[in-house]
DNA sequence: TCTAGTGTATTAATACTATAATACACACAT
DNA sequence: ATGTGTGTATTATAGTATTAATACACTAGA
């Protein structure tokens, strides 16, 4: 068992993507990098619904659905934990190929907004050396 | 006037984004990146909605709301074109600043995935270079 | 004038998203 | 036993997203 509390989640109200999906995908991610482990705790329900300032039903849906996928386990009157199955670690081409759809949406974007490649690199390199 | 069939408009469907969001945002980046000039036409709404498969109702909705903002104007009867007014092109600093959002979220994931920076930077390159 | 092509308004129906207020069954420590 | 903390089911409400079928006003060319 770890400490909830350092999941961190976070959602963007602006984006368009429903506030379920964004904190699936999320957790699906830290699972998938061992950032949270098989039998690992996850923050409850009406703790993040708190943080986020969003309904509790809104969280327990996220919760459900990564239930049915496999990824998380329900604990009766304890909580959510990560699964103990379903849950190897990935590889690294395994988790690349979980970013490409975010690398994609960036040269896409880019492309569109005419900034060249190289333009792109440095700004992404300035913005990783924190 | 510039040929309409130039305009290359996609969508996923599975993003989770409305489809009339999707559309305004790469308007709007080609717009500010006067790959769509002042003047220049837009795809009429029935044709996109061909070849998308979509409403034309939820074309129709994303133009009006571009109109609104001002971006797009309307042709009684021809159709839509980038307005005159308010599309002056962006400098590259303002356009660095609409890819942003993109940037973050890719280094967000990458984070989330605990995949490298350098990892993010040759795979990007790799992608970039076709 | 006719015809085909614009965008749009209207109305209806369906599905999804999110909130709200309760209530329940369960676990655990006191 | 009691209280507090789990996730969840229920019901209701509201807003949003999308599709569908029509119809309208306008433009342009034959």
């Known amino acids: 068992m770890t400490n909830p509390e350092f999941v961190s989640l976070e959602i963007s109200p602006s984006s368009g ?3 379920y999906r964004q904190l699936m995908e ?6 998938a990098s061992n950032q949270l482990s098989p039998g690992d705790g996850l923050p409850s329900v009406r703790q993040i619904a708190t943080q986020l300032s969003v309904n509790p039903m809104t969280i327990s849906k996220s919760y459900s659905l990564l239930e049915a996928e496999g990824l998380l386990e329900r604990q009766r009157g ?3 934990i990560v699964s103990k199955q379903n849950t190897t670690t990935r590889t690294l081409e395994e988790r690349i190929d979980l970013l490409s759809p975010a690398i994609d949406e960036l040269i896409n974007e880019a492309k569109q907004l005419d900034i060249n490649s190289e333009i792109v690199i440095s700004e992404l390199k300035k913005r990783l050396g924190d």
Do not use: E
């Open 78 to 80: 304890k909580g959510m």
């Open 17 to 19: 993507v429903p506030i």
């Open 26 to 31: 999320q957790i699906r991610r830290m699972i």
